[in-house]
């Protein structure tokens, strides 16, 4: 193709998308909820499954220990859990490392355990359990509870089910609502394009008498597709980072409970966001504009 | 040039529009075919362009079998073919020019050739100073001169126009049929479609006349034919 050629093709792209501007914003708009709403999913996804993933990494169980116990009892319990099926590794937790662990979370918070010593040290003798995998987390537990002297259990497990539910619904309903803002979108563009031939009918008539090529006459039409696609998408991302910088920061700093979990930074989310967004902005475009130009431009 | 064999055309309503045509046109020929409405004109006329698919038989035009072709084909088939309509068919929001260049830069030449051939080929149908001139400034014979420079420009081996002086008065008429000869006369196969009786005989070029989509007379050199 020759750059001539390729200048005319943008040209003539451009002026139809001019000519037609209240159609081409309508198409602009469908696209840019179509990819906001594709952005914002991502966005929401990605952190789950990263939220996740730190669960997993930091899941086992808890066992805490009932009363005073000896230290002979307590090594003990431990012998007795190593030996439970699927369990890898028992690390045994004193009050005092508790506590410890505990401010360390807390960290420039920490001014809430001030006052707590050993002498008054509210927490219990625990074991943290691991496994090795959480799907045999059931069968530790049940026989966790038979043992006697163990007073309290605690696991990830509803939590984890819980986000990985809400995962997967959150999943399900934004694929559900980008699908009809995609067939809308695809829809308005098609419309544009219908219009943007009609506009062009003459032209398109001489073009076809002087033997211009299908796809000589087709270019423009898709060239507009494509603007209206890329447009659409570079508008959400652009206004989409800094709101995504500023959600995060703001999380952290009205919860700081939140610290405990880490998000994902603004370029790990979007140096994958901006390719694939931009790629499926310029496919509805494309899509758009190839259907409307089969069903409208007899060439 | 122009071989039809045999070509009958069908519409799907029933309705026919040509039949049993059998039709040579040589190179360098100036045909004019002539009949009343419904004779059958256009629907020849759209046969040659490729428009309409004949029903039955073949059309041979510069030694390509056109029903073989297939839809990639056509475009490279119309680049032999030059047309001119009775309305012109200008784009009106492009200069005189433009509208010129526009048939070369849609088969893609070169811009360098654009600007040397447009030029050339207004200047051949003496709108050498029009060149910037949008269509709604010119008259009609102008315009048609327009058209014509856009239907030559590519240097196409053959013209075919369907009433070409359908619009204009006699005096603008017969300035476009001095044209059309000296465009024939440097080589150019014409075919003209026309109601055109004194241009017709003036003119004393090949005629043939259709009544009813059949082919009743063919002459070498003659007048409008009261068949017709």
Redesign the interface.
């Given at each position: 193709?020759?750059p001539?050629?390729i200048k005319?093709f943008l040209k003539e792209g451009l002026s139809g998308l001019k000519k037609n501007l209240l159609m081409t914003v309508a198409s602009i708009v469908a696209v840019m909820a179509c990819i906001s709403i594709m952005s914002f999913s991502y966005c929401v996804a990605s952190n789950l499954q990263h939220i996740l993933q730190q669960m997993e990494d930091s899941i086992g169980i808890s066992v805490f220990l009932g009363g005073n116990p000896t230290s002979q009892e307590i090594e003990g319990m431990k012998t007795t859990i190593s030996k439970i099926d699927h369990v890898l590794d028992v690390q045994y937790i004193s009050p005092g490392d508790a506590l410890e662990a505990l401010k360390k979370d807390w960290g420039a918070d920490e001014d809430i355990f001030e006052g707590l010593d050993e002498t008054n040290n509210p927490l219990s003798h625990s074991f943290q359990i691991t496994l090795d995998s959480i799907d045999n987390q059931g069968s530790v537990l049940a026989t966790l509870k038979g043992i006697d002297g163990i007073d309290n259990i605690r696991h990830g497990q509803t939590e984890t089910e819980l986000i990985m539910k809400a995962n997967k619904v959150f999943n399900i309903a934004s694929i559900l609502v980008m699908l009809i803002l995609g067939i809308i979108s695809i829809m308005i563009i098609m419309n544009t394009i219908r219009i943007s031939v009609v506009n062009r009918r003459?032209?398109i008539?001489?073009?076809?008498?002087?033997?211009?090529?299908?796809w000589?006459i087709r270019w423009p039409f898709i060239i507009e597709g494509v603007i209206i696609g890329l447009v659409g998408a570079v508008i959400p991302l652009l206004v989409g980072m800094p709101i995504y910088a500023k959600v995060i920061s703001s999380l952290y700093s009205y919860f700081p409970v939140i610290k405990m979990i880490q998000f994902l930074l603004t370029g790990d989310i979007f140096i994958v966001l901006f390719p694939v967004a931009l790629v499926f902005g310029v496919l509805l475009g494309v899509i758009g504009s190839v259907t409307s130009i089969r069903k409208h431009l007899q060439v | 040039m122009i071989w039809l064999n045999n070509v009958t055309k069908t519409y799907p309503n029933g309705s026919r529009g040509v039949e049993n045509l059998n039709l040579h046109i040589e190179k360098g020929d100036f045909v004019f075919i002539v009949g009343s409405s419904g004779s059958g004109k256009s629907t020849l006329i759209k046969l040659l362009l490729k428009e309409l698919e004949p029903s039955t038989g073949d059309i041979t035009i510069n030694r390509v079998k056109t029903n073989e072709l297939s839809r990639n084909q056509v475009p490279y088939l119309r680049r032999n073919l030059g047309v001119v309509f009775q309305d012109f068919r200008l784009l009106p929001n492009k200069t005189v020019y433009e509208n010129v260049a526009f048939a070369m830069r849609v088969i893609e030449a070169p811009s360098r050739i654009i600007r040397r051939n447009v030029p050339a080929v207004l200047a051949l149908v003496g709108l050498g100073k029009k060149g910037r001139s949008y269509p709604n400034q010119l008259s009609g014979g102008e315009q048609q001169r327009t058209a014509l420079a856009r239907a030559i420009v590519n240097n196409p081996p053959i013209l075919i126009c369907d009433e070409p002086t359908g619009n204009l008065d006699p005096e603008t008429a017969w300035g476009i049929m001095q044209l059309l000869d000296d465009i024939n006369k440097r080589g150019t196969t014409i075919v003209m479609a026309t109601h055109a009786r004194d241009i017709v005989d003036d003119m004393q070029k090949r005629v043939v006349t259709l009544k009813q989509g059949q082919i009743v007379r063919d002459i070498k050199k003659g007048g409008y034919s009261d068949e017709a």
């Amino acid at each position: 193709m020759r750059p001539s050629t390729i200048k005319y093709f943008l040209k003539e792209g451009l002026s139809g998308l001019k000519k037609n501007l209240l159609m081409t914003v309508a198409s602009i708009v469908a696209v840019m909820a179509c990819i906001s709403i594709m952005s914002f999913s991502y966005c929401v996804a990605s952190n789950l499954q990263h939220i996740l993933q730190q669960m997993e990494d930091s899941i086992g169980i808890s066992v805490f220990l009932g009363g005073n116990p000896t230290s002979q009892e307590i090594e003990g319990m431990k012998t007795t859990i190593s030996k439970i099926d699927h369990v890898l590794d028992v690390q045994y937790i004193s009050p005092g490392d508790a506590l410890e662990a505990l401010k360390k979370d807390w960290g420039a918070d920490e001014d809430i355990f001030e006052g707590l010593d050993e002498t008054n040290n509210p927490l219990s003798h625990s074991f943290q359990i691991t496994l090795d995998s959480i799907d045999n987390q059931g069968s530790v537990l049940a026989t966790l509870k038979g043992i006697d002297g163990i007073d309290n259990i605690r696991h990830g497990q509803t939590e984890t089910e819980l986000i990985m539910k809400a995962n997967k619904v959150f999943n399900i309903a934004s694929i559900l609502v980008m699908l009809i803002l995609g067939i809308i979108s695809i829809m308005i563009i098609m419309n544009t394009i219908r219009i943007s031939v009609v506009n062009r009918r003459v032209e398109i008539n001489i073009m076809k008498y002087v033997g211009a090529t299908d796809w000589f006459i087709r270019w423009p039409f898709i060239i507009e597709g494509v603007i209206i696609g890329l447009v659409g998408a570079v508008i959400p991302l652009l206004v989409g980072m800094p709101i995504y910088a500023k959600v995060i920061s703001s999380l952290y700093s009205y919860f700081p409970v939140i610290k405990m979990i880490q998000f994902l930074l603004t370029g790990d989310i979007f140096i994958v966001l901006f390719p694939v967004a931009l790629v499926f902005g310029v496919l509805l475009g494309v899509i758009g504009s190839v259907t409307s130009i089969r069903k409208h431009l007899q060439v | 040039m122009i071989w039809l064999n045999n070509v009958t055309k069908t519409y799907p309503n029933g309705s026919r529009g040509v039949e049993n045509l059998n039709l040579h046109i040589e190179k360098g020929d100036f045909v004019f075919i002539v009949g009343s409405s419904g004779s059958g004109k256009s629907t020849l006329i759209k046969l040659l362009l490729k428009e309409l698919e004949p029903s039955t038989g073949d059309i041979t035009i510069n030694r390509v079998k056109t029903n073989e072709l297939s839809r990639n084909q056509v475009p490279y088939l119309r680049r032999n073919l030059g047309v001119v309509f009775q309305d012109f068919r200008l784009l009106p929001n492009k200069t005189v020019y433009e509208n010129v260049a526009f048939a070369m830069r849609v088969i893609e030449a070169p811009s360098r050739i654009i600007r040397r051939n447009v030029p050339a080929v207004l200047a051949l149908v003496g709108l050498g100073k029009k060149g910037r001139s949008y269509p709604n400034q010119l008259s009609g014979g102008e315009q048609q001169r327009t058209a014509l420079a856009r239907a030559i420009v590519n240097n196409p081996p053959i013209l075919i126009c369907d009433e070409p002086t359908g619009n204009l008065d006699p005096e603008t008429a017969w300035g476009i049929m001095q044209l059309l000869d000296d465009i024939n006369k440097r080589g150019t196969t014409i075919v003209m479609a026309t109601h055109a009786r004194d241009i017709v005989d003036d003119m004393q070029k090949r005629v043939v006349t259709l009544k009813q989509g059949q082919i009743v007379r063919d002459i070498k050199k003659g007048g409008y034919s009261d068949e017709a």
